[in-house]
């Protein structure tokens, strides 16, 4: 049996949160941390890739047609602005009527058979001006999104890249938002006239100094990251870390602003015609025809009609398109669903358990006792994450969920609490919890579950702590809103919760922001904060794998503890098998999407039944004694499939060394001899029979280096021999 030491911690992935859909060729973690960092490496400095090629394909995956069309405004509103470009380009060869041909006979008249829009005080025709006016409306408007976009993001992407430069840049831009915009326009106008493209300049370089103000910020959070950090040590130049790491970065908000001072200058265009300063006459223009139109709005109302129209549907599509454009993935956003999302799915959950109900009906559950049944999750109306998972956690013991990340763990210990991504939902089977079916709830009944029934401590507790709020504001307040009580008496449970979960002072902790205390700290607190409801039941997402090796000794001790004198139930999801057997009662090994075996953890681990379970084991340097340490630890060759291609059988076939043709039909779940235990394995009589063992494969030759010293030459062989072992 693996003894209950301490593990030794694994590289915690760069996006914590979405771990367990990741996937790692790495077993239990040995090699990770260098796994991690040639993955890394590439991506990094960008190796055969200069700055044009960087450039190029900035907005490809961000800007994808998918998103436009997706959006019923952004696709009416790239057809209306298209046909508006196309229109005017092509007008001299559609238009009825010249821009000046004026018919004496139907002044200010309304539609008409020869006049589809009306005509003006002058007789022109209003579908003629109006489109031959678009292109230039539009053509000037977009120099004010060139000047003034270009202009901010270059100034900022300069200023985020050197304290000096940013104190200079900085202090310009104050200056120049200080300038009175209009004054300066009407003294350019002076200067050099109605020169609209030189006018449109001028407004698009004021206007950069506020773009400028927005980028910074962002900017200056992208070159914090690590990966431009390892861009810095790898040699890469600023040039290039601005235009790979920083401008892609900033996709998002260049879009949503071009598309806001692209409408803005329309106005402001129009605004200036309608005052006299727009093209010269008799060249059309919308705002001087929206003025012209003002002289009449009692006796000829509907000239006023086509042309504003015109302008506030333009205004609205290009809003439309950079709403669109603008809401691409962001790590920094909530996985959570939207409030329609939590009751589509509500009803989708409701349905699937109605079904899994009837098919096995409710069977009373003991209170603190959770009975997972036949668990299925997946993304809307696609591909299925988790599948006829099924366990039980008794009150006052521990499960563990143990796998390769991609296995399904993080989807199955969400689903308990009905916090999975959006997009994702329980498609079947049973979470029974005091006589109630989680599965089908609806979200006023989960919310009255979480916090106070069962409760979450993520892998990251920066997760669960907010940056703007010191620990005792976010203890106090957590308190009082599930135990109802008053702020003095939330206050002395803060500090006490704090005392137990080992903070010495707590008082000072209280006082502190979540930045000021170290990882284990945060991590003390963030269970504290899950404690504050005196939940029964405690889902922790591998809370120590961040977490440096004493600190890991200690929350673990820390979750002993809380189990013993509380008498709540945990169920902790791990990489590590040293974690499982040190805290866990039982296991249920997980391998994609799928529990292959699960009983008690003793049994598990001093007699696996299943080949990956017992790959698992010869993986992990905790398995072995010094004595009997292999020469080189096992490995599993591949990598776990993606849910799409999961096979119709063994799911495990394609990497076991057990496999045979018997793997290829689909494997139920059959007791594995030892008291409760399961086994999703044909083979797995066999297994315990004959006492097999995962082999250690070979090294391939080509990834053997030539280590070689000053004073000898060490074998290839032996020094892999070594490294691995």
Known sequence: MIPSIAPVPATAPANAENADKETDTDAAGVGAGAGAATAAAPAATGTGRGPRAAFGGLFAPRMSSRRLFASPGAAAGIIWLAALVAASLT????????????????????????????????????????????????????????????????????????????????????????????????????????????????LGVL????????????????????????????????????????????????????????????????????????????????????QGASQHVYDAPWLMVPTGAVLALTVLAANAIGNALGKAPNAAASHLPSAADRRRRTAASASAAASASAAAPETPAAPGRLSVRGLSVGVDGGTPLVTDVSFDVEQGTVLGLVGESGCGKTMTALSLLGLLPSGVSVTGGQILWDGRNLAGATETAMAGVRGRGIALISQEPMRALDPMFTVGYQLVSAIRRLRKTGKAQARAEALSLLEKVGIVDAGRILTTYPHQISGGMAQRVAIALALAGRPRLLVADEPTTALDVTVQAEILSLLRTLVKDTGMSVVMVTH?????????????????????????????????????????LAADPHANTAADMPERLATISGQVPQPKDWPAGCRFMARCQFAGSACVAPVPLVPSGSDDGVVRCVKADELAVEGLEWVATEVPARRVPDVRSADSTVSTSSAVEKDRA
């Open 91 to 202: 007008a001299p060869w559609w238009l009825p009527y010249k821009t000046e041909d004026q018919d004496f006979t139907a002044i200010l008249s309304g539609p008409t058979a020869a006049h589809w829009l009306g005509t003006d005080e002058l007789g022109r025709d209003l579908l003629s001006r109006i489109f031959a006016a678009a292109a230039g409306t539009l053509g000037t408007s977009l120099i004010t999104v060139i000047v003034g976009v270009g202009l901010g993001t270059i100034l900022a992407m300069v200023a985020a890249a050197g304290e000096r430069t940013e104190g200079v840049i900085s202090r310009v831009t104050e200056v120049m938002m200080s300038l009175p915009g209009t004054v300066i326009i009407l003294a350019v106008i002076g200067a050099v006239g109605t020169n609209i493209p030189v006018i449109m300049a001028i």
């Open 576 to 616: 590590d098998l040293g974690v499982v057997a040190d805290i866990c009662d039982t296991v249920a090994v997980m391998y994609a999407g799928q529990v292959v075996e699960s009983g008690r953890t003793a049994n598990i681990l001093d007699n696996p039944r299943h080949p990956y379970t017992l790959a698992l």
């Open 207 to 290: 206007i950069s100094a506020g773009i400028y103000r927005v980028m910074l910020g962002q900017a200056t959070s992208l070159q914090s990251q690590l990966y431009v950090d390892a861009a810095k040590v790898d040699g890469v130049s600023t040039l290039a870390i601005s235009l790979r790491h920083v401008l892609p970065g900033l996709s998002n908000t260049i879009v949503v602003q071009s598309a806001l001072i692209f409408a803005v200058g329309m106005l402001i265009q129009a605004g200036l015609a309608f005052i006299g300063f727009g093209p010269p006459i008799p060249q059309p223009s919308w705002g001087g025809m929206i």
